[in-house]
């Protein structure tokens, strides 16, 4: 027997997940930029005059979205921010249902 999620078509691809995928791929395409922007601002050897500038033309020319801090875990199911597994990338809500239908092999549910 194959593994099958259930279907919960009206969740997956969710506005959430599609914004937090984005936001992944400009941390990706900035991240030299914002590392040499960084180190030119820190600078204490440059002029006052030119870090000022340089942070000026970073606060224009780079998204705010390509911060590594803006990237949210999200459950791949329903686009849940909060209760996220890092190694299941699900949902605490999500891991529940799915081990009471059996879907997760060697889950259970606690009874005592």
């Not at 027997?1 to 009206?10: D, H, N, S, T």
């Not at 941390?27 to 590392?35: A, I, L």
């Not at 597994?85 to 949902?91: D, I, K, P, Q, T």
Request: net charge positive; charged share 25%; with cysteine.
């Amino acid at each position: 027997m194959k593994f099958r999620l259930p279907q919960y078509a009206y969740i997956i691809g969710s506005r959430g997940n599609v914004k937090d995928h984005v936001r992944r791929m400009l941390v990706e395409q900035h991240e030299v930029d914002r590392s040499v922007f960084k180190a030119v601002t820190t600078d204490k050897t440059v002029p006052l005059e030119h870090r000022l500038q340089v942070q000026r033309l970073f606060e224009t020319e780079v998204p705010r979205d390509s911060a590594a801090n803006r990237v949210v875990n999200r459950c791949v199911l329903t686009g849940r921010a909060r209760g996220v597994h890092r190694f299941a990338r699900l949902s605490r809500i999500m891991i529940r249902q799915l081990a009471h239908q059996g879907f997760l092999p060697g889950w259970s549910k606690a009874s005592w």
